[in-house]
C-alpha cells in the first residue's frame, strides 16, 4: 500500500453455531445440510496499524463481527471445486536429465522439416516462439517489480523472437525497451518493428544505451543469436555481450542487478560446447525453443524453460524427443527443478487506493456485499471461495477451503456433510471464523 502510514484488516470472525428444528415438510438425508451464519447484535471494527510508513503488507480495511449460525431447511451435498488438479498441472517440472538435448544439426534439420513438408512459415514459428519467451518472463519476473525490461535483438531469426517478445510483453503490462542496431531489411522484420513503433515502444540506439544497464533495467532479454550462429562475435554484440558480462560481476559484488534471459542459446555460447572459456554470459534464465540445446546442459541459471509449442508427433518420433507436456494452455513448461528460496524475503508491495473508516457501512454484511460486488466486477476466480477454520473440544484448528453459497441480512451459507471433520468440530465446538481473499483487488 505504498506510503500509506494505515493499514487496516478485514476479518469476519466468531461464529457461533446452533442447531433450529428442520422442518419435516423436507426430504433430508441426514448427513448433509446447508449452514447459514446469522449476525448476532454484537458488531465491532477492528483496525491495525503499522508504524512502517514505506512498505505494507495486503492488508486491506475491514471489520470483525460475531455470528450466530442455524440450520436452515433445505440440503444438498457439499459440493467444492478442485483446485488439487489444476495447481498440480501448472506446477510441471520435468527431470532435466530426461529431457532430449540437441545438436546444432538436429536442430537445423528440425527448422527445416517444419519449414518444408509441414507447411509452417517462418513467422509463425517466431510468433510462438517470441509468445512462449514472453510468458516464461511473466511466469518469474512479475512486472510490479521486474517492468523495465531491455530487449537486445541479433539480426537474424533470434532477434525477430526478442521483438515478438517486446510486443507480447508490452500487451503483458511491462515497459519493454528494444537495442536493434543491425536491422534487416526483410518485410517480416520492417513488419514487427512498425507493430512496435505503433504501440510507442522506444527503440535505443548503441549511444543511448547505459554503460551500466542495470541503472535503468530489471530484466535484459539477449536475443542476438541463436544456434546457427557459428565464430566470434563482431562489432556491435561483442561489446552488448560484454555489457551482459558485467552484470554476472556486479551481481556477485552484492549489489542489485538487472536479471538476463537468452532466448534458446545464451549469445556468444557454443550450440554444443556451452561458455567453452567460462567468460561468457550467465544468464539468470533460459528460454529453449522446440527442444533443448545441448549446450543447454550447462547452464546453471535458477529458471530454465522450454518454449515453442509446435513440435507435431512425427517429429517427436523421429528424433525420438523426450520433451515435457505443457500445463494447460500455457507456452512454456519449467524444465529442472526450481531455484531455493529465501521464503523469509518472499513479499509484494501493494498499491491500493486509499481506504479509510468513516468509508464502511455501518453494518459489516452491507460492506460485504459491496466488496463481493466488487470481485464479482473484477471478475476474479472464484470469488466465493472461502476459508472455514474450526476446532474441535480438544482445541487443534482445521481450515479448508469451501464455497459461499449465498448470504444476506440473516447470514453466510455453505453446504457441509454432518460426518466430515468440520462437522464434527462444529458440533463440539461451535465456533468458526470465515476468510476471503480477493488476491486482484488487494483485500481480504
Same mark, same amino acid.
Given at each position: 500500500?505504498?506510503?500509506?502510514?494505515?493499514?487496516?484488516?478485514?476479518?469476519?470472525?466468531?461464529?457461533?453455531?446452533?442447531?433450529?428444528? +428442520?422442518?419435516?415438510?423436507?426430504? &433430508?438425508?441426514?448427513?448433509?445440510?446447508?449452514?447459514?451464519?446469522?449476525?448476532?447484535?454484537?458488531?465491532? /471494527?477492528?483496525?491495525?496499524?503499522?508504524?512502517?510508513?514505506?512498505? /505494507?503488507?495486503?492488508?486491506? %480495511?475491514?471489520?470483525?463481527?460475531?455470528?450466530?449460525?442455524?440450520?436452515?431447511?433445505?440440503?444438498?451435498?457439499?459440493?467444492?471445486?478442485?483446485?488439487?488438479?489444476?495447481?498440480?498441472?501448472?506446477?510441471? +517440472?520435468?527431470?532435466?536429465?530426461?529431457?532430449?538435448?540437441?545438436?546444432?544439426?538436429?536442430?537445423?534439420? +528440425?527448422?527445416?522439416?517444419?519449414?518444408?513438408?509441414?507447411?509452417?512459415?517462418?513467422?509463425? @514459428?517466431?510468433?510462438?516462439?517470441?509468445?512462449?519467451?514472453?510468458?516464461?518472463?511473466?511466469?518469474?519476473?512479475?512486472?510490479?517489480?521486474?517492468?523495465?525490461?531491455?530487449?537486445?535483438?541479433?539480426?537474424?531469426?533470434?532477434?525477430?523472437?526478442?521483438?515478438?517478445?517486446?510486443?507480447?510483453?508490452?500487451?503483458?503490462?511491462?515497459? =519493454?525497451? &528494444?537495442?536493434?542496431?543491425?536491422?534487416?531489411?526483410?518485410?517480416?522484420?520492417?513488419? @514487427?518493428?512498425?507493430?512496435?513503433?505503433?504501440?510507442?515502444? =522506444?527503440?535505443?540506439?548503441?549511444?543511448?544505451? =547505459?554503460?551500466?544497464?542495470?541503472?535503468?533495467?530489471?530484466?535484459?532479454?539477449?536475443?542476438?543469436?541463436?544456434?546457427?550462429?557459428?565464430?566470434?562475435?563482431?562489432?556491435?554484440?561483442?561489446?552488448?555481450?560484454?555489457? @551482459?558480462?558485467?552484470?554476472?560481476?556486479?551481481?556477485?559484488?552484492?549489489?542489485?542487478?538487472?536479471?538476463?534471459?537468452?532466448?534458446?542459446?545464451?549469445?556468444?555460447?557454443?550450440?554444443?560446447?556451452?561458455?567453452?572459456?567460462?567468460?561468457?554470459?550467465?544468464?539468470?534464465?533460459?528460454?529453449? *525453443?522446440?527442444?533443448?540445446?545441448?549446450?543447454?546442459?550447462?547452464?546453471?541459471?535458477?529458471?530454465? /524453460? *522450454?518454449?515453442?509449442?509446435?513440435?507435431?508427433?512425427?517429429?517427436?518420433?523421429?528424433?525420438?524427443?523426450?520433451?515435457?507436456?505443457?500445463?494447460?494452455?500455457?507456452?512454456?513448461?519449467?524444465?529442472?527443478?526450481? =531455484?531455493?528460496?529465501?521464503?523469509?524475503?518472499?513479499?509484494?508491495?501493494?498499491?491500493?487506493?486509499?481506504?479509510?473508516?468513516?468509508?464502511?457501512?455501518?453494518?459489516? +454484511?452491507?460492506?460485504?456485499?459491496?466488496?463481493?460486488?466488487?470481485? *464479482?466486477?473484477?471478475?476474479?476466480?472464484?470469488?466465493?471461495?472461502?476459508?472455514?477454520?474450526?476446532?474441535?473440544?480438544?482445541?487443534?484448528?482445521?481450515?479448508?477451503?469451501?464455497?459461499?453459497?449465498?448470504?444476506?441480512?440473516?447470514?453466510?451459507?455453505?453446504?457441509?456433510?454432518?460426518?466430515?471433520?468440520?462437522?464434527? #468440530? @462444529?458440533?463440539?465446538?461451535?465456533?468458526?471464523?470465515?476468510?476471503?481473499?480477493?488476491?486482484? %483487488?488487494?483485500? #481480504?
Amino acid at each position: 500500500m505504498g506510503s500509506r502510514n494505515r493499514a487496516m484488516t478485514c476479518l469476519i470472525s466468531r461464529l457461533y453455531l446452533v442447531s433450529n428444528n +428442520i422442518s419435516s415438510s423436507f426430504s &433430508i438425508p441426514p448427513s448433509f445440510h446447508q449452514f447459514s451464519l446469522i449476525p448476532s447484535s454484537s458488531l465491532h /471494527f477492528t483496525t491495525s496499524y503499522s508504524s512502517n510508513k514505506q512498505s /505494507f503488507s495486503n492488508l486491506g %480495511l475491514g471489520f470483525s463481527s460475531s455470528f450466530t449460525s442455524t440450520i436452515r431447511g433445505f440440503c444438498s451435498r457439499e459440493i467444492m471445486s478442485n483446485k488439487v488438479a489444476s495447481s498440480l498441472e501448472n506446477l510441471q +517440472i520435468s527431470d532435466s536429465s530426461s529431457v532430449t538435448y540437441l545438436s546444432a544439426k538436429e536442430a537445423a534439420e +528440425i527448422d527445416e522439416i517444419l519449414m518444408g513438408p509441414l507447411g509452417f512459415s517462418v513467422d509463425q @514459428l517466431m510468433e510462438l516462439a517470441g509468445l512462449s519467451v514472453a510468458t516464461s518472463i511473466a511466469e518469474v519476473y512479475k512486472p510490479s517489480e521486474y517492468s523495465r525490461i531491455l530487449v537486445i535483438c541479433g539480426p537474424g531469426n533470434n532477434g525477430g523472437d526478442g521483438l515478438v517478445a517486446a510486443r507480447h510483453l508490452h500487451h503483458f503490462g511491462y515497459r =519493454p525497451y &528494444i537495442c536493434y542496431p543491425k536491422r534487416t531489411s526483410k518485410a517480416l522484420y520492417t513488419g @514487427l518493428v512498425t507493430q512496435l513503433e505503433s504501440l510507442s515502444v =522506444p527503440f535505443l540506439s548503441l549511444e543511448d544505451l =547505459p554503460q551500466d544497464l542495470s541503472n535503468d533495467f530489471d530484466v535484459v532479454i539477449d536475443a542476438m543469436f541463436g544456434f546457427s550462429f557459428h565464430g566470434t562475435p563482431r562489432p556491435p554484440f561483442d561489446d552488448l555481450i560484454q555489457r @551482459l558480462v558485467s552484470l554476472h560481476r556486479y551481481d556477485h559484488a552484492h549489489q542489485r542487478s538487472a536479471v538476463i534471459a537468452s532466448v534458446d542459446i545464451p549469445s556468444g555460447w557454443h550450440v554444443e560446447e556451452g561458455d567453452i572459456g567460462g567468460e561468457g554470459i550467465k544468464p539468470d534464465m533460459l528460454v529453449s *525453443l522446440t527442444a533443448p540445446k545441448l549446450c543447454a546442459k550447462k547452464f546453471c541459471g535458477p529458471h530454465h /524453460f *522450454l518454449g515453442g509449442r509446435f513440435v507435431p508427433q512425427p517429429i517427436a518420433e523421429k528424433y525420438t524427443l523426450n520433451l515435457p507436456s505443457y500445463p494447460g494452455t500455457s507456452m512454456c513448461v519449467r524444465i529442472g527443478k526450481p =531455484p531455493q528460496v529465501d521464503i523469509s524475503a518472499l513479499r509484494e508491495n501493494y498499491i491500493s487506493p486509499e481506504f479509510d473508516k468513516d468509508q464502511l457501512e455501518a453494518n459489516p +454484511i452491507d460492506q460485504f456485499k459491496k466488496w463481493f460486488d466488487d470481485s *464479482l466486477t473484477a471478475g476474479l476466480h472464484e470469488p466465493n471461495a472461502m476459508a472455514l477454520s474450526t476446532a474441535g473440544k480438544d482445541g487443534k484448528p482445521s481450515s479448508r477451503m469451501v464455497l459461499l453459497k449465498g448470504f444476506d441480512k440473516e447470514g453466510f451459507v455453505w453446504y457441509t456433510n454432518y460426518e466430515s471433520h468440520k462437522g464434527h #468440530q @462444529l458440533s463440539e465446538n461451535p465456533h468458526a471464523a470465515l476468510l476471503f481473499y480477493w488476491d486482484g %483487488l488487494n483485500r #481480504q
